[in-house]
C-alpha cells in the first residue's frame, strides 16, 4: 500500500502543502485519512489521486518547477497549467478552478499583495470564484510582453468591496472602473 501525508500529497497536485491543509478543512468530498500519526495524517495515494482527479487536477503530472524571480512565457504558463492562460485573463482557469494569478503592476500598482477589480461581469466573476475556492496560487507578475515573472504562492485572504480600502491604489493606477479588491499574502511554502 503506497501512503501520502501533506508533503506528498502537495507535490502530487503541484501545490503548497497550505492548500492542502485547507481543502482537508473545507473540502467534505476530501478523504478520510487512514490514520493520524504524531507526524500527521496519511491516505492511501490512490483514494487521493482520485479525489485530485475530481477536482481537476492531474495528480503526479509532472510539473514545471518555478524559480522566484525568473521570467516565464505564456507557453510555458499553459504547459504548467493547462487551461486558458492567455492575454487579458487575470485569473486563469482549468477545469473550473483558477490555477494562478498573473497580474500587471500598471492596472494593480500593490500587486501580488492587492488585486483591484474592474466592474466588467467576467472580471467580477473571476474574483468572486476565487471567493468560493479559498486557498493558495502561484503568482506570476507582467514584466513585458509576454514576460512573466513568478512572484510565489500566494495565500487568498479576503475580497473587500470598501472604496475606502482601494481608493487611492485606484487612483494611482488611473482606474475609474474599481469595485473590488482581492487580498493575498505569502504563503510558508512558496
Not at 15 to 37: G, I, K, M, Y
Not at 43 to 63: E, F, S, V
Request: hydrophobic share 40%.
Amino acid at each position: 500500500m503506497d501512503l501520502v501525508g501533506l508533503a506528498e500529497i502537495a507535490e502530487m497536485a503541484g501545490v503548497s502543502r497550505q492548500a492542502v491543509t485547507n481543502w482537508t478543512a473545507r473540502h467534505d468530498s476530501f478523504p478520510e485519512p487512514l490514520a493520524r500519526l504524531a507526524a500527521g495524517p496519511v491516505w492511501r495515494r490512490a483514494d487521493i489521486a482520485a479525489w485530485l482527479g475530481t477536482q481537476g487536477l492531474q495528480p503526479d503530472k509532472p510539473r514545471m518547477r518555478f524559480r522566484k524571480g525568473a521570467i516565464y512565457t505564456h507557453a510555458e504558463l499553459i504547459e504548467a497549467f493547462g487551461g486558458e492562460v492567455k492575454g487579458g485573463i487575470f485569473l486563469p482557469t482549468r477545469d473550473g478552478r483558477i490555477v494562478c494569478g498573473c497580474i500587471t503592476t500598471e492596472m494593480n500598482p500593490d500587486a501580488p499583495e492587492c488585486v483591484l477589480i474592474g466592474d466588467k461581469p467576467r472580471v467580477v466573476a473571476r474574483a468572486e470564484k476565487m471567493v468560493d475556492q479559498g486557498g493558495a496560487i502561484p503568482i506570476f507578475v507582467k514584466r513585458g510582453i509576454n514576460q512573466w515573472e513568478y512572484r510565489g504562492t500566494y495565500d487568498f485572504v479576503r475580497l473587500s468591496r470598501n472604496p475606502r480600502d482601494f481608493r487611492d491604489l485606484a487612483k494611482e493606477a488611473g482606474r475609474d472602473d474599481i469595485v473590488a479588491a482581492l487580498y493575498f499574502r505569502r504563503s510558508g511554502h512558496a
